[in-house]
């Protein structure tokens, strides 16, 4: 991943915290003090409405009860992408019996490309029970809008063969449906693991 990103990433996430109004180094007790940052408070991210690798149109509310994390991404991502779905496939295998209470989705940024099939061999190939999430180039543009997502097309050699620059990270989302924090890019399973195993008693 060209090291541009990396700029365009961390300018973007300033960017969040600015318009949420949020202090990343806000004081937090030492007992629920988080490996990642913690964003409980944050407005925006409330919902969406896209359609998952099965079919089926999908909300966020229809994970209530479930700690849900939303990362976004495209399947011909060339690092982040699987470096982060294995991160958090990993995460989970260290959860073990609690794994079940963790909903991971993957949500294209790439419609163009990213159809319902190619979601359902790319997502499900990281863990069986995650799920792939896509919409037209409306939808897209809005849940990306209102998740505070950055992504743009890079020109490639022709209009299949194309890099997308994008915010490299996840929310996560408690049992009660509020955004609660935000991973970043290579913070690795274990301590993802610890975050999630949090936010089973917050």
């Given amino acids: 991943m060209k090291k541009s990103i990396n700029v365009k990433?961390?300018?973007?996430?300033?960017?969040?915290?600015?318009?949420?109004?949020?202090?990343?180094?806000?004081?937090?007790?030492?007992?629920?003090?988080?490996?990642?940052i913690?964003?409980?408070?944050?407005?925006?991210?409330?919902?969406?409405?896209?359609?998952d690798h099965f079919g089926k149109v999908s909300t966020l509310s229809d994970f209530k009860n479930k700690i849900v994390v939303i990362f976004f991404g495209y399947t011909h991502c060339p690092e982040v992408c699987p470096t982060t779905m294995s991160d958090l496939s990993h995460a989970l295998k260290l959860l073990e019996n609690d794994a079940g209470k963790v909903q991971v989705l993957f949500v294209t940024l790439d419609p163009e490309r990213d159809t319902q099939a190619l979601l359902a061999k790319y997502v499900p190939s990281f863990n069986p029970d995650f799920l792939g999430?896509?919409?037209?180039?409306?939808?897209?543009?809005?849940?990306?809008?209102?998740?505070?997502?950055?992504?743009?097309?890079?020109?490639?050699k022709n209009s299949q063969q194309y890099d997308l620059d994008?915010?490299?990270?996840?929310?996560?989302?408690?049992?009660?449906?509020?955004?609660?924090?935000?991973?970043?890019?290579?913070?690795?399973?274990?301590?993802?693991?610890?975050?999630?195993r949090k936010l089973f008693v917050s």
């Fill in 38 to 51: 913690d964003i409980t408070g944050a407005d925006f991210g409330h919902d969406f409405r896209l359609t």
């Fill in 9 to 36: 990433w961390a300018t973007w996430l300033m960017l969040v915290f600015m318009l949420a109004g949020i202090s990343a180094c806000k004081q937090q007790s030492a007992e629920k003090k988080f490996n990642s």
């Fill in 166 to 196: 994008h915010t490299a990270g996840a929310y996560v989302f408690d049992q009660t449906g509020k955004i609660r924090l935000f991973l970043r890019y290579g913070q690795g399973a274990e301590s993802i693991a610890q975050d999630l």
């Fill in 133 to 156: 999430l896509y919409g037209d180039k409306a939808a897209t543009e809005k849940v990306a809008k209102d998740f505070r997502i950055f992504f743009q097309k890079q020109k490639g």
